[in-house]
C-alpha cells in the first residue's frame, strides 16, 4: 500500500456509492410526491455499429405490466412497482425501496427503427435492442441536355 495513501481504495468506492444513494434521495420525486410518475429507474446506453441498446434496472416489476414506447429517436419505459402485502405489519423500521408508478423517457443520438426494435427482461433487467435507421445515401441525378 502506498504510504501517502490515507484510505484504502475501497473507502472512495464507499463513498462514491453512498454519494450516489444520498443524491437519489434528495432527488425532486422524494421533495415534491404528488409527482407520482418519478421513480427512480436506473438506465444504461449503449451504441454499437448497428444499434442503440437500452439495459434498465427493474426489479420488483412484472414484465408483463411494461409498457416499451419507441419513437423516431426516443424510448419511453413505464411501468409500476407494486409495494409488497405482508399479514400482520405493525411496524415499518426501514423503508428505502422505491414503489410506485415510473416512466423514463431517454433520448438516444440518432434516428432509430421502432419496427424492428426487441426487447427482453430477465433476472430483473429490461434489455431494449434498437436498430438504428438506415439513412439512404444521396443519389446523384445525371441531367440530360436537350
Known amino acids: 500500500m502506498d504510504p501517502y495513501k490515507k484510505f484504502p481504495i475501497n473507502t472512495f468506492d464507499e463513498i462514491e456509492r453512498e454519494f450516489g444513494r444520498m443524491l437519489r434521495n434528495m432527488s425532486t420525486h422524494r421533495m415534491f410526491p404528488f409527482c407520482r410518475e418519478s ?3 436506473a438506465a444504461d446506453v449503449y ?14 416489476v412484472d414484465p ?9 429517436a426516443t424510448v419511453t419505459v413505464s411501468g409500476e412497482r ?3 402485502d405482508f399479514d400482520h405489519t405493525i411496524c415499518i423500521h426501514q423503508l428505502e425501496v422505491e414503489y ?8 438516444l443520438p ?3 427503427d421502432g419496427e424492428a426494435a426487441t ?11 434498437l436498430p438504428k435507421k438506415k439513412i439512404p445515401s444521396p443519389i446523384k441525378v445525371t441531367i440530360k441536355g436537350e
Open 39 to 41: 421513480l427512480f429507474i
Open 47 to 60: 451504441e454499437t455499429v448497428h444499434d442503440f441498446i437500452v439495459y434498465m434496472e427493474i426489479p420488483g
Open 64 to 72: 408483463d405490466k411494461l409498457s416499451v414506447l419507441v419513437n423516431n
Open 82 to 84: 407494486f409495494r409488497p
Open 100 to 107: 410506485g408508478k415510473f416512466k423514463r423517457t431517454i433520448s
Open 110 to 112: 440518432g434516428p432509430i
Open 119 to 129: 426487447s427482453n427482461c430477465r433476472n430483473g433487467f429490461l434489455l431494449i435492442r
